[in-house]
């Protein structure tokens, strides 16, 4: 993984709650990370579009599929964390992944992330 992000960088961008149309919130970010397809050993470099306690938005040039279920790697919110999940819907570079089995402390820490985003009284809405 490449570089880590703040809270105060400006790859992070607010997202209005009222626009929010999933269960569970997602905060816009850019994030540097890897991930394996599970049961292989090889990893693959992954950006980090957008994250919430339910899953994550992943950008790569690595060819993935609804139903692969990958291990993703990355540096949120302060803390290196592995996150089991499950690729969803897949459209050209873009990938949504559901986490499997996220523990309470990671989930913790990214609506940590989150509740920072979006009362963060420096960022404007997304227009």
Known sequence: MAGTNSLFDDKYEYRDPSQQKRKNARVKITIDGDFVVKGKTQRFPVFIVDIGTGGAGLETRTSVFEGDRILLYGNINGKNMELESEVIRVSGK??????????????????????????????????
Not at 98 to 120: A, M, N, P, T, V
């Open 94 to 127: 873009k990938a949504n992944v559901i986490f499997i089995s996220l523990s309470d402390e990671d989930k913790d820490l990214i609506q940590d992330l989150i509740h920072k985003k979006f009362f963060d009284k420096d960022k404007k809405p997304l227009g």
